[in-house]
């Protein structure tokens, strides 16, 4: 998200709050969000590819809505003209390119309104035989489930997302030779992943309430939380979508003050220690002790008022358009232990984490006839739910080590704590409890910032130097 | 009743008038601000605070970057901070030093060279002593563009940092009048350059149009927004540099100077006849010279390359077909001994081979040989007691 954006974002949620009324606000909410994810996409060197990734997602939510949907409908007709309205602005979206003046939302000249039309209809047909060949809404559930985590898997390998690079290349009859895993920038798929899961999973256990698709396809493109997240949780957002909302003075001051605070953390603080924080080019530069320090603890700082940054703007321009969007991040720097940084650290990344892989995967093992012991059971759920959180960020070694990392501390700590509960000490003295803490904080926050080495440098070899440098050796 | 106005009052909701009173009263603030920024011009005052020298160390080269962020390093216009950033800003002249600055272009800068690897780095590396006990040491003035008023430009600054010597490196392409005002380093400090033509009474316009004289509007906090930026970006770059050392971005690869030559033989509007003392910067050099005053300027003809490729009897290089480069030292020969300048023609002092990417930039071996001329030149200056201006070519 640029500044343009932002502005643009900000004014236009201004505006709808002011003009449009209750029951515009879907309306506007849906082709707002449509025109953003394709006005955000960055360019790709595929030919259209910057429009097929954003109609692409449009699909998949659609698709995701028509899979996850009950099977009464009682709103058959609005479904169908959001359907029609959701296909008239794709269609919108592809006729820029005839219009010169206008050309073109997209980073590109998108393709030719035939195609575009074309896709629309195969998409249609598409729904329509998932519908006729799975009456069983469960196998076509999982099936759902695991294709999203294979185009994942596909985008963040780098040799699978290089071999998608040339099929597609080969597609648009362009060199494959120039093929490389960066030209699928295919922008919020992570976040929409997540979305999609979480609902796939929420419709097989039947915790899912019944949504239009105009709902359905507003919460998953959710354009102020496209990019960046946090990932809302479907229950909730349509609570907010569902409410009367009018735009007062309090929500104007309230979400006006957390874009400034975003916009200050992110273009004013992040990108300005983007200048000297560590990276793969100064790691190799740099061999004093101290220095490698400065730029670690740059690159810790870095990364935490950028990605905060951008969830205050989210939540800012949320409250404008009516929205309480949940808090990502909540002071995780200043936390006494691991656990705590966690549950303050890209909150609701971990939650989602937390509610479909780690206590699943504990209560496997905890109901298992053979029961494993307790701390195993614990080490085995911490680390592989921190490898899997890892594996989203990319498909790499370093990824895979700084989610085992993480999970190791997890572990310590919660052995650690368990012992320290188990003593059942007398209550220490404020002054002991102070330092208690003070030693909490320096330790977390030092453990987090050497696990952001292996998190940002792209090789096991580079960061175990960068970790030599910083230890002195 | 003092601790009744102590007392917090109570949180009132923001109305539409609260929110229109923060927008108007935010406003006049900021055209306020505006309008004393642009009246101010504290752009040169702010250059002067500097985290170099303090916090970082400073820099052993001028700022200049056409790749900042591989760089660490980016390219200013405003001279207070660039030398603020220097070294020479934050080193106090001790009674033994004897101070040496040399100027010239980015063969002096030391372009595709570590800050190890230039004139500079190694006439320090030789630990020379004068005469009189002094222990030589060496400042990097050089600037990567060619223009004698760029140079002059930056002696003048110089000249506060109590100089023993300059040494002046220069190459005939500094000397034409087109040259003059070429680099953007002259046209953003049009003030200082008018000062200079009027003092020294040059033969550049002062009226020029590639000065780049700022509107009332681009001298407030939006029109030098982009300024503003870099001074904030290049203390931030600080930290790289006292991290790295690395201070430009050095490409592995580049194209070796041109060997084959068109049969071209002409140099801007100048003729074997027109080439004179008074058709190019010569007073530009005089102006600098002057400038100095007291402290000896000694004047190098820098080293280029000589191609032996096709049309090489009709050029030396790409920059300069041999008959003018041939005046050009008959006449720089000759100025110096008619003014008594301190002179020394190193033009053929370098092997063809040790040139990297263009007829002035060498290698670091070619530049270590250099700078042992210099710095025996400099030693047997010393030695005369700077009476001697009889410094002939190699």
């Known amino acids: 998200m640029t500044l343009t954006h932002l502005l643009v974002f900000s004014a236009t949620a201004l505006l709808a709050g002011v003009l449009v009324k209750e029951r515009g606000r879907g309306w506007m909410l849906l082709v707002g969000s449509l025109l953003a994810i394709y006005w955000m996409q960055p360019a790709s060197p595929i030919r259209n590819l910057d429009f097929w990734l954003p109609s692409a997602t449009v699909a998949v939510a659609v698709i995701g809505w028509a899979a996850t949907r009950s099977g009464e409908d009682e709103r058959s007709r609005e479904n169908l003209i959001s359907g029609i309205v959701i296909a008239l602005v794709v269609i919108a979206v592809g006729l820029t390119r005839y219009l010169e003046p206008l050309c073109c939302l997209t980073p590109t000249r998108p393709p030719q309104a035939t195609q575009i039309i074309i896709a629309i209809i195969f998409t249609g047909v598409l729904i329509a035989l998932i519908a006729w060949f799975f009456p069983k809404r469960g196998i076509l559930l999982n099936l759902l489930f695991f294709s999203i985590i ?44 997540f979305r999609l899961l979480h609902t796939l999973r929420d419709r097989l256990t039947g915790r899912l309430p019944d949504v239009s698709l105009q709902e359905f ?37 309230s979400g006006a003050r957390r874009i400034l605070v975003g916009v200050f953390k992110k273009f004013v603080l992040a990108d300005s220690l983007a200048l000297v924080a560590l990276n793969q ?12 320090w400065v730029l670690l603890y740059a690159y810790t700082f870095r990364i935490y008022f950028d990605f905060s940054g951008y969830t205050d703007i989210a939540i800012g321009i949320g409250q404008l358009l009516g929205f309480q969007l949940p808090e990502n991040f909540t002071q995780p720097y200043l936390k006494t232990n691991l656990t705590a940084f966690w549950n303050s650290w890209h909150i609701t990344l971990a939650k989602w984490f937390r509610a479909y892989f780690f206590n699943p995967l504990t209560r496997f093992l905890r109901s298992r006839q053979n029961k494993l012991p307790l701390p195993i059971i614990i080490l085995i759920s911490q680390i592989s739910t921190m490898v899997l959180l890892g594996l989203w960020h990319g498909v790499t070694w370093n990824f895979v080590i700084w989610g085992a990392w993480h999970g190791f501390g997890l572990f310590i700590h919660n052995r650690w704590a ?5 003593r059942n000490s007398a209550p ?22 050497l696990g952001w080495v292996w998190f940002f440098l792209p090789t096991p070899s580079l960061a175990w130097r960068t970790l030599q440098t910083l230890a002195g050796i | ?57 400073g820099r052993v080269r001028l700022p200049y970057s056409e790749n900042p962020t591989q760089a660490y390093s ?20 001790a009674e033994d030093e004897f101070r040496v600055l040399l100027i010239g272009d980015s063969s002096t800068w030391g372009f595709l060279a570590t800050p190890q690897e230039t004139l500079t780095a190694y006439i320090n590396d030789a630990d020379l002593v004068t005469e009189s006990g002094k222990y030589v040491r060496a400042y990097n003035l050089g600037y990567p563009t060619i223009s004698l008023t760029k140079d002059l430009l930056i002696l003048d600054h110089a000249m506060q940092y109590q100089p023993d010597i300059i040494v002046w490196l220069v190459t005939l392409e500094s000397f034409p009048f087109e040259k003059q005002l070429f680099t953007p380093l002259v046209q953003n400090n049009p003030e200082r350059i008018r000062s200079l033509i009027n003092e020294y009474d040059l033969n550049i316009n002062p009226d020029s149009d590639a000065f780049v004289d700022a509107s009332f509007w ?50 801007y509007e100048l003729t074997p006849e027109t080439l004179s003392q008074s058709s190019i910067a010569v007073d530009v050099l005089a102006a600098g010279i002057t400038r100095a005053g007291e402290v000896p300027v000694l004047v190098i003809n820098e080293p280029i390359f000589i191609s032996d490729g096709v049309n090489s009897h009709l050029r030396y290089n790409f920059f300069y077909p041999r008959w003018a480069f041939d005046a050009y030292r008959q006449l720089m020969e000759n100025q110096a001994l008619a003014n008594g300048w301190f002179y020394r023609d190193y033009w053929n002092l370098i092997p063809a081979d040790e040139f990297t990417n263009s007829a002035i930039h060498m290698t670091p071996s070619a530049t270590a040989i250099l700078a042992s001329e210099i710095g025996k030149t400099i030693q047997e200056l010393a030695e005369s007691g700077f009476q001697s201006s009889t410094l002939g070519s190699e």
């Open chain 1, 281 to 292: 080019t100064n790691a190799s530069q740099t061999s004093s002790t101290f220095w490698m």
């Open chain 1, 428 to 449: 220490q003295s404020p002054g002991i409890q102070k330092l208690y803490n003070w030693s909490g904080i320096f330790l977390t926050f030092n453990f987090v910032a």
């Open chain 1, 150 to 193: 294979a185009i994942f898997l596909v985008l963040k390998t780098e040799g699978l997302a290089q071999a998608a690079s040339a099929w597609l290349r080969t597609q648009t009859r362009q060199s494959t030779n120039l093929a490389s895993g960066l030209d699928i920038g295919w922008l919020g798929f992570s976040y929409v992943a």
């Open chain 2, 218 to 267: 681009e001298r407030t906090i939006i029109g030098q927004r982009r300024a503003l930026a870099d001074l904030l970006r290049f203390q931030l770059y600080g930290l790289m540099w006292a991290a790295t050392g690395v201070d430009q971005y050095i490409s592995t690869s580049y194209d070796p100077p041109q060997i084959d030559f068109e049969a071209d033989e002409s140099y």
């Open chain 2, 1 to 57: 009743m003092a601790q009744e106005n102590l007392t917090p009052k109570p949180d009132k909701p923001a109305n539409g008038r609260f929110i229109r009173n923060v927008i108007v009263k935010a406003f006049l603030l900021f055209v306020l601000l505006n309008a004393l920024f642009a009246a101010a011009n504290p752009l040169p005052l702010l250059g002067r605070i500097s985290a170099y020298n303090l916090v970082f160390p």
């Open chain 1, 217 to 253: 396809v507003i919460y998953v493109i959710f354009f102020p939380a496209f990019t960046a997240g946090p990932i809302d949780r479907l229950q909730r957002f349509i609570k907010d979508l569902r409410k009367s909302f009018n735009l007062g003075s309090p929500e104007m001051v």
């Open chain 2, 74 to 93: 980016l390219s200013l216009f405003n001279l207070e901070a660039m030398f603020a950033s220097h070294e020479l800003a934050g080193n106090a002249k």
């Open chain 1, 418 to 422: 368990e012992f320290a509960a188990s």
